[in-house]
């Protein structure tokens, strides 16, 4: 028996770019929540973002543009967020120096033991 030669190889990934974009374009991802984990009471004022936290891929220079609008924005109501936060925990003003903040708390949490909130003289 001889050997075959001139075997036509089969290939494991297609020929054209174009075939791999519309599968990545045609792919859409389902939201799926864990209704039994313990974490949603424990950080109930922490809410889930309302945009999509995976952005499709840009294949045109307005989409990426978009995209980096979408993530300035996001970045930014973080921000807000995270100083409202902060102001509601710490009080103070908006736009106060935040480097002052733990300074701050160690001349008061130095003035008490932990023990006793007041002495009356």
Request: net charge neutral.
């Amino acid at each position: 028996m001889g050997k075959r030669h001139n075997r036509k190889r089969t290939r494991s990934r297609p020929r054209h770019r174009d075939s791999v974009n519309m599968q990545s374009k045609n792919h859409t991802r389902s939201v799926s929540v864990d209704t039994t984990s313990s974490t949603s009471t424990i950080h109930s004022s922490i809410q889930p973002s309302p945009y999509p936290t995976a952005h499709l891929p840009a294949d045109h220079w307005h989409q990426t543009y978009f995209a980096w609008q979408n993530r300035l924005r996001e970045e930014q109501e973080r921000n807000q967020e995270v100083e409202v936060q902060r102001l509601r925990i710490f009080g103070g003003e908006p736009g106060d120096e935040v480097s002052l903040l733990e300074p701050m708390m160690k001349v008061v949490t130095d003035l008490f033991d932990g023990f006793t909130d007041y002495e009356d003289p």
